[in-house]
């Protein structure tokens, strides 16, 4: 979403309503009422804007090379914790803990403020498009339902990565009007804010929007709430002592809604060809497989700054050297490698991922030589191949190794100039089959977010992290140079797989507890 319509939106911060501190204290409404917005489709267009530009800017903007402003979340939250990306030597404590496994309270990206004001927006769209209509009748059903699916969604996805980043939390539905009423609440459960509001707002958002219509891969449509719907419950059936194979069948059901919808809606159900991979990341919206992206426009909004390629050096996110050494060794029947990484022993641009940018590295420098800000950077949240992967794992953990076996390889194969393929007889055990999954997942969605996600999903944390981490982690002789090894791997699974609730969160809200192992 645009800055041009971001600032239209800025009503709702001028009146202090539906949005957040950078922690979880409220600010309620000062002597305006919102009943005085909320009287044409302009307002609801704003208010909008303002939904999409909060989460747009948590994900990907403003961040910098010291790593202290806001953005960036996308990959710290979902990548850094993982063994593909590790804290380069310009960095702060902040990134350096996240992956090495010693998160604390004051690091930075452990505030949950800007999801929580995505969510608060969200709340007073919601009460107020419904009031729309009797001012403006030019608000027909269809664009006030699309609008309301919106902001579900929305809503939805924040809570939905709070649940995946912190576990519990506080539930905030309506907002917060009255400064008499207290902006302090207790967590409630993860599986409750799963049952009781993620997987309600995403059906409610699913019954509203409109059906059929073309998407648009910058607005949250009928295929992105579809395939919400089915990442979450790809969480829920992960739970421990919670999640059951029925979570998985209710998964694989919302991608097959997903992939009727692709095949129907105008686009295809078909990959971006192999020759073409790129598009996805530099015009999704020229590509059939691209299902949302976030839109950043750098001549509006000014530099992404992704901590994976904040400029042309000194980045606070590198490649794990080890990863980089594994990925170059396919560069001669993987197709991705050369439009992802920098191979070449001459530059060696290990701090840097390309696949978001129309760059080359050649031996002479990278091609085109341009300023860190002159690029636009459109970060997928879902695009179909995440999709396939994803129901290849659904299917792998309800022993549906067939099924599992054919979307995995629909990947796999685009991918490889050899015409490589898994078999069955490969890939004959639920484990093996899985462990084929991830390591796909690891190449094809390389800085997408999705990582360590995926690691806590599929119970893969300790042992894709252990080793990693005993690295990482490891003590180098200042005479000899060799390094001797951590040996604790990954400590205090599963709760530090959550992250500490923030400093800022646990002084304005006196009804918070410190998430464990913190």
């Avoid at 979340?73 to 850094?80: A, E, F, K, N």
Wanted: net charge neutral; glycine share 6%.
């Amino acid at each position: 979403m645009k800055r041009t319509l971001i600032i239209v939106a800025l009503f709702i911060i001028a009146i202090g309503v539906g949005s957040c501190k950078k922690d979880i204290s409220l600010n309620p409404s000062s002597g305006v009422t919102l009943d005085a917005y909320f009287k044409n489709q302009k307002d609801i267009t704003a208010s909008l804007a303002g939904i999409y530009s909060a989460f747009q800017e948590e994900m990907e903007g403003a961040g910098s090379t010291n790593d202290e402003g806001y953005g960036g979340r996308y990959h710290y939250w979902g990548d850094l914790r993982g063994e593909t990306f590790l804290n380069s030597t310009f960095t702060s404590n902040s990134v350096i803990e996240m992956s090495r496994n010693t998160l604390e309270f004051a690091n930075s990206y452990t505030d949950w403020g800007g999801l929580y004001r995505v969510i608060g927006r969200a709340n007073v769209g919601i009460q107020y498009y419904p009031t729309v209509p009797a001012n403006d009748p030019n608000v027909t059903p269809t664009i006030l339902n699309n609008a309301l699916a919106q902001a579900y969604a929305l809503r939805a996805e924040s809570y939905f990565y709070i649940v995946r980043v912190w576990g519990d939390a506080p539930m905030w539905t309506a907002p917060y009007l009255d400064i008499t009423t207290s902006g302090s609440k207790a967590k409630t459960k993860q599986i409750t804010l799963i049952d009781s509001l993620i997987i309600p707002d995403l059906n409610k958002a699913y019954s509203l929007i409109q059906k059929g219509q073309t998407p648009t891969v910058w607005y949250v449509g009928e295929s992105a709430i579809c395939s919400m719907m089915a990442d979450v419950y790809m969480w829920r059936a992960a739970l421990p002592g919670i999640g059951t194979a029925a979570d998985y069948q209710t998964a694989i059901s919302w991608y097959n809604k997903l992939f009727v919808l692709k095949a129907s809606t105008g686009s295809t159900l078909a990959l971006e060809p192999t020759a073409t991979w790129k598009n996805n990341f530099i015009t999704p919206a020229q590509s059939n497989e691209p299902i949302w992206s976030i839109y950043w426009d750098y001549t509006v909004n000014g530099c992404a700054c992704i901590p994976v390629f904040v400029g042309l050096s000194n980045n606070p996110v590198q490649l794990d050297p080890n990863f980089q050494a594994e990925y170059k060794l396919l560069k001669n029947v993987d197709t991705r490698v050369l439009k992802s990484i920098d191979t070449l022993t001459t530059l060696n641009h290990i701090n840097m991922l390309y696949k978001y940018y129309n760059l080359t590295p050649t031996a002479a420098g990278i091609t085109p030589v341009a300023s860190n800000q002159n690029f636009n950077v459109y970060l997928p949240m879902y695009r179909l191949a995440d999709a396939y992967l994803s129901v290849a794992e659904a299917y792998a953990q309800t022993n549906d190794l067939v099924n599992a076996l054919k979307y995995l390889n629909l990947v796999h194969q685009r991918a490889r100039t050899d015409g490589d393929k898994y078999t069955a007889a490969q890939l004959s055990t639920q484990a093996t089959m899985i462990n084929a999954i991830l390591l796909e997942e690891k190449y094809e969605l390389l800085g997408e977010g999705k990582r360590f996600f995926e690691l806590i999903r599929t119970n893969h944390v300790n042992t894709i992290m252990d080793p990693v981490l005993n690295i990482r982690n490891g003590v180098t002789d200042p005479i000899t140079k060799i390094l001797t090894p951590d040996t604790k791997g990954f400590q205090d699974a599963p709760n530090r797989f959550y992250w500490p609730v923030s400093q800022n969160a646990l002084n304005a809200n006196t009804l918070l507890k410190q998430n464990p192992g913190y």
